[in-house]
T-cell receptor
Framework: GEDVEQSLFLSVREGDSSVINCTYT??????LYWYKQEPGAGLQLLTY?????DMKQDQRLTVLLNKKDKHLSLRIADTQTGDSAIYFC???????????FGAGTTVTVRA | NAGVMQNPRHLVRRRGQEARLRCSPM?????VYWYRQLPEEGLKFMVY????????ESGMPKERFSAEFPKEGPSILRIQQVVRGDSAAYFC???????????????FGQGTRLTVV
């Protein structure tokens, strides 16, 4: 299956950490991605993780992968107002160029 | 290097009309992918094209939808005789090499929001 599920909304106070969760069903997924979409803009690849890793850190972003539970999360440290956007989780399988996306989590950062 | 350009950004069509959505890939990219996002759903793959070739159209509805990527000019997604259910955001992505082997370095455009009234 190619189902990717994520919660639709997250509200966080400026300066706090945001955690966006995602679950997927395809056990053959090899790469998992996080995309960010700001209002009126296209999808921007934030980060990705290969399925043989369980964590990847890139500045304020931390990706955690629990392959056994097929659970992926994105943590944004010290959330800023510029982090307000829609965040999409996506996965791809071996030898397959198609990306399967979740519905997106709308993150709202409040002062 | 300009990103993936899609136009128009917003398109309103009456039921029964035709919609033409354009996508200019990034410079040097010859692989184009179209995705559709229905309200409150994730992006769904529609079609993968290379210059003058349709590689995979398994996500395209069987009727009324067609796509092309000519030797010169942008890729076009055409929807004939639009219906209300076609209202969605249509995203185009491009890549410099065939996106195989799992990792897809796909760069997305801003999308075209189609509204059918």
């Amino acid at each position: 299956g190619e189902d990717v599920e994520q919660s639709l909304f997250l509200s966080v106070r400026e300066g706090d950490s945001s955690v966006i969760n995602c679950t997927y069903t395809d056990s053959s997924s090899t790469y998992l991605y996080w995309y960010k979409q700001e209002p009126g803009a296209g999808l921007q690849l934030l980060t990705y993780i290969f399925s043989n890793m369980d964590m990847k850190q890139d500045q304020r972003l931390t990706v955690l992968l629990n392959k056994k539970d097929k659970h992926l999360s994105l943590r944004i440290a010290d959330t800023q107002t510029g982090d307000s956007a829609i965040y999409f989780c996506a996965e791809s399988s071996p030898h397959d160029y198609k990306l399967s996306f979740g519905a997106g989590t709308t993150v709202t950062v409040r002062a | 290097n300009a990103g993936v350009m899609q136009n128009p950004r917003h398109l309103v069509r009456r039921r029964g009309q035709e919609a033409r959505l354009r996508c200019s890939p990034m410079k040097g990219h010859s692989h184009v992918y179209w995705y559709r996002q229905l309200p409150e759903e994730g992006l769904k793959f529609m079609v993968y094209l290379q210059k003058e070739n349709i590689i995979d159209e398994s996500g395209m509805p069987k009727e009324r939808f067609s796509a092309e990527f000519p030797k010169e000019g942008p890729s076009i997604l055409r929807i004939q005789q639009v219906v209300r259910g076609d209202s969605a955001a249509y995203f185009c992505a491009s890549s410099p090499v065939p996106a195989t082997g799992g990792y897809t370095e796909a760069f997305f455009g801003q999308g075209t929001r189609l509204t059918v009234v």
